[in-house]
């Protein structure tokens, strides 16, 4: 007789609207892995509380993706961070082990620069990058994005104190913090890292800043171009990315630390792309 299902979620406020359900199911499927995943709504002040139903009380919790807004806190639940969760001050992946300790982990970075660098052949190394935002996905992603050499990242953010207190992380790493209407330059890469895109709102950032070989990329995703990247488009931008890709990008880290497996992104990717085009 079949014994109990490993169970995972996605906890976040909101979370109706997540794919993390269909991308691991399609992941267990194709890797022949029994487990059970769904989305869960947690409220803003019952973080702890979900935890610990879902790892101490519920039979057969094993892991956790996590969402906003509750990243940092997943980060002060984990009993056990990885050295780039350390780093990242949040936390998107949690699990337990068999002496019951909570373990966190990051892999927002990884999946941004695997969707950049594999499925998108975007070459990072010597390259002037500009990240947008100073929130959790910013702070996520900076490191494994310095790992890969650029020639200069700059953190813009509305509040400069909080892409300064970024950039302070790392004293040996060529970036720098500043405003949104300080920047000068154009860059090779500009990633939208905040929220605002999705409400049809956007920093307000000097035009100069894309040339004609600039790339943008929206962390965020719609089934329409982001209000970012129609920005970048409209200013001449060479090609303008969502973050689709860095979302299964980093669901397949997560598998492959919860599994042992790392499953194909392909064509899971290719799957939710013509589900949204339909």
């Known amino acids: 007789m ?7 979620a996605v906890l976040g406020n909101p979370v109706a609207h997540s794919k993390s359900p269909r991308i691991h199911t399609m992941f267990a499927s194709q890797t022949e892995q029994r487990l059970q995943y769904n989305a869960r709504l947690v409220p803003v002040d019952g973080f702890d509380e979900a935890i610990n139903h879902f ?3 519920e039979f057969g919790g094993h892991g956790l993706s996590i969402t906003v807004p509750f990243k940092e806190q997943a980060w002060e639940c984990a009993q056990h961070r990885t050295a ?15 002496d019951g300790v909570i373990h966190g982990d990051n892999t927002d970075g990884l999946g ?15 390259k002037r990058i500009l990240i947008l935002g ?11 994005l310095l790992e890969q050499k650029p020639s200069e990242l700059v953190v813009a953010n509305r509040t400069v104190s909080k892409a300064e207190a970024l950039v302070e992380l790392f004293p040996e790493k060529p970036v720098s913090a500043c405003g949104f209407t300080d920047l ?3 860059f090779d890469l500009i ?3 905040t929220s605002a895109s999705l409400q049809g709102d956007l920093p307000p950032l000097p035009v100069e800043i894309v040339a004609e070989h600039t790339i943008c990329y929206d962390m965020m995703y719609a089934s329409e171009t982001t209000v970012f990247n129609q920005w970048g488009l409209a200013h001449g931008a060479r090609q ?13 880290e997560q598998f492959l630390i919860w599994r042992g497996v790392r499953p194909d992104t392909a064509p899971v990717l290719l799957h939710l792309r013509e589900d949204m085009s339909a």
């Open 55 to 57: 790892f101490k009380e």
């Open 84 to 98: 780039r969760a350390e780093k990242a001050g949040a936390v998107n992946t949690l699990w337990i082990t068999n």
């Open 134 to 144: 100073a929130g959790g996905a910013v702070r996520g992603v900076l490191e494994p």
């Open 2 to 8: 079949a014994g109990p299902v490993d169970k995972y």
């Open 240 to 252: 303008a990315l969502d973050g689709l890709g860095m979302l299964v990008e980093q669901a397949a």
């Open 191 to 193: 990633i939208n890292g």
């Open 184 to 186: 000068s330059g154009n």
């Open 112 to 126: 941004l620069v695997r969707d950049l660098s594999v499925n998108h052949q975007v070459e990072l190394e010597n």
